[in-house]
């Protein structure tokens, strides 16, 4: 029988790499956590809500300290931000503030589900009441939302690559729908935007969320809303009128972040949209990078923002004279990445050449103004221009 001889110089990395597994996966003696064995399913609403049993074998009370979850994004799109991030739950505090001894109880994580499939980790740590401290690690798989599952990525071919969109038409149409074109921020994709997509679905619109080249499955490289970008979104928007769900006569655009700044590039192109919404964006690198305090964003508008054109063809200030139609500009007021006088002076000045603009500066919010914030602002806007049928 042969015997498989490993070169010492690979033994020691070898067996510290099997001890820290094991120690990844071992229980403090006395406390266990059990997660469920199958994939949590996401919700409809897009948060993982995840049953977590906690097991005192200990002849004394513990109490709890804290719980952290460490997610490992398994999804193929790209996002431009590490696939491995932590957050701390105060369930432990709130629920289970006690357990008795040899007793046991189920605690509730629940959490935004930043991605469709993931790993998570979780880590218990509690002590009980002689002071002495224990600790507990569980791993949990998920899995998409029927809502996801329901609509699968599909491809436009352009000489560059592949365009990832997602399409989900209006929920209960009773004929050809308004649509809206959905461009994500950075740090994100066209799948993650399908909660908010679903939203909409039900509020009347059909919806195409797109990835920009570099993110999601969109081939890159990305360029910071530059003309691959706009190329890209007007392959989608092409897509999206000729839908046979979708009036092409009623369609709309919003753009978040980089998506924002590619969106309002793209409305100073074309003479096909009756509305456009942009959050958070950039409309001027030159001020935009001075006044930015996000070592981030100085960061890609010098790596991509000065690439294929540069930052001019990036400023739709310099532009805004091609700007046809109704702006709704939603901007943070506390947004030191893009600062809110991006949105500011854009909407001065289409306002000043007679065009429709609404501001809405959120107060207390940075650069990632929340759905809840965003949304009703949103659907008021581009209701008397859509026209929904709810």
């Known amino acids: 029988m042969p015997r498989w001889r490993f070169p010492r110089i690979l033994m020691l990395p070898l067996l510290a790499l099997m001890l820290a597994r094991a120690a990844d996966s071992a229980d403090d003696p006395g406390v266990r956590m059990r997660g469920p064995a199958a994939p949590v399913v996401a919700s409809d609403d897009a948060k993982w809500r995840v049953p977590i049993q906690v097991m005192n074998d200990l002849d004394v009370g513990i109490l709890g300290d804290s719980l952290t979850c460490e997610v490992d994004d398994l999804d193929p799109g790209i996002t431009g931000s590490g696939r491995h991030f932590q957050g701390t739950s105060s369930v432990v505090s709130q629920v289970m503030k006690s357990l008795g001894q040899r007793d046991s109880t189920t605690i509730t994580f629940t959490a935004l589900a930043s991605c469709e499939r993931a790993r998570l980790t979780f880590r218990l740590s509690v002590h ?37 969109t997602v399409f989900i038409g209006e929920r209960w149409p009773t004929s050809r729908s308004p649509a809206i074109l959905l461009v994500h921020p950075e740090y994100s994709h066209a799948r993650r935007m399908i909660p908010v997509a679903w939203s909409l679905s039900n509020a009347g619109y059909a919806v195409m969320a797109v990835s920009l080249p570099g993110y999601g499955q969109s081939t890159g490289p ?45 409305a100073a192109q074309r003479r096909d949209l ?111 221009y859509l026209k929904p049928s709810k």
Not at 135 to 157: D, K, N, Y
Not at 238 to 245: E, I, M, N, V
Request: hydrophobic share 40%; aromatic share 6%; charged share 20%.
């Open 222 to 266: 990305s360029d910071f809303g530059g003309p691959t970008s706009v190329r890209a979104l007007g392959l989608a928007l092409d897509a999206l009128r000729r839908s046979p769900q979708v009036d092409s006569s009623r369609i709309a655009v919003w753009g978040i972040s980089r998506g924002a700044t590619a969106a309002a590039m793209l």
């Open 128 to 164: 009980s009441t002689e002071g002495k401290p224990y600790r507990s690690v569980c791993h949990v798989e998920t899995a998409p939302s029927l809502v996801a599952r329901s609509f699968p990525s599909t491809f436009l071919r352009d000489k560059a690559g592949r365009i990832e």
């Open 274 to 384: 009756v509305a456009l919404v942009l959050q958070s964006g950039v409309f001027d690198p030159s001020s935009a990078y001075r006044a930015s305090k996000s070592d981030s964003l100085r960061y890609a508008l010098n790596k991509e923002g000065k690439t294929n054109g540069g930052w001019n063809a990036r400023s739709s200030l310099r532009v805004a004279s091609r700007i046809k139609v109704p702006v709704l500009f939603i901007h943070g007021e506390r947004d030191s990445e893009a600062v809110s006088n991006q949105s500011v002076d854009l909407g001065g000045k289409l306002r000043a050449q007679g065009g429709e603009v609404q501001v809405q500066i959120v107060p207390g919010v940075g650069h990632a103004v929340p759905s809840k914030a965003s949304y009703p602002l949103v659907t008021a806007f581009l209701k008397p």
